[in-house]
């Protein structure tokens, strides 16, 4: 198994930056890898919706369109850590925010919810105006 732990959250103003980071620590015994981590968000009453993935062995990357070219993932493979820059925030980004993982093999629906077994608990972010 795989514990994700986000950090980052926050309110901002729109207009505004805010990164986001979840740190990915192996419980014993548990050796496979992760292949891809993600970011998902979510507000109440609407399904949770994928935000940007990221491969962990060649760092390419898929965003949903309304963040493309705002938001940034990242990966600091050292230190088990996937980042996201969140830069241009408007008030529809207000969500908790997801931070995602998984071991299965690399596929191209990155949005789906049932391809990552892992997940952190989550962590809020607020756009005022």
Same mark, same amino acid.
């Given at each position: 198994? +795989?514990?994700?732990?986000?950090? &980052?959250? !926050? $309110?901002?103003?729109?207009?505004? =930056?805010? @990164?986001?980071?979840? %740190?990915? /620590?192996?419980?014993?015994?548990?050796?496979?890898?992760?292949?891809?981590?993600?970011?998902?968000?979510?507000?109440?009453?609407?399904?949770?919706?994928? +935000?940007?993935?990221?491969?962990? &062995?060649? !760092? $390419?990357?898929?965003?949903?369109? =309304?963040? @493309?070219?705002?938001? %940034?993932? /990242?990966?600091?493979?050292?230190?088990?850590?996937?980042?996201?820059?969140?830069?241009?925030?408007?008030?529809?980004?207000?969500?908790?925010?997801?931070?995602?993982?998984?071991?299965?093999?690399?596929?191209?629906?990155?949005?789906?919810?049932?391809?990552?077994?892992?997940?952190?608990?989550?962590?809020?972010?607020?756009?005022?105006?």
């Amino acid at each position: 198994q +795989v514990q994700l732990v986000e950090f &980052g959250g !926050g $309110s901002v103003q729109a207009g505004g =930056s805010l @990164r986001l980071s979840c %740190t990915a /620590s192996r419980m014993s015994g548990y050796t496979n890898r992760i292949n891809y981590m993600a970011w998902f968000r979510q507000v109440p009453g609407k399904e949770r919706e994928g +935000v940007a993935r990221i491969v962990t &062995g060649v !760092g $390419s990357t898929d965003y949903a369109d =309304s963040v @493309r070219g705002r938001f %940034t993932i /990242s990966l600091d493979n050292a230190m088990n850590t996937v980042y996201l820059q969140m830069n241009g925030l408007k008030l529809e980004d207000t969500a908790l925010y997801y931070c995602a993982a998984s071991d299965l093999p690399y596929g191209a629906a990155w949005y789906r919810r049932a391809i990552y077994p892992f997940w952190g608990q989550g962590t809020q972010v607020t756009v005022s105006s």
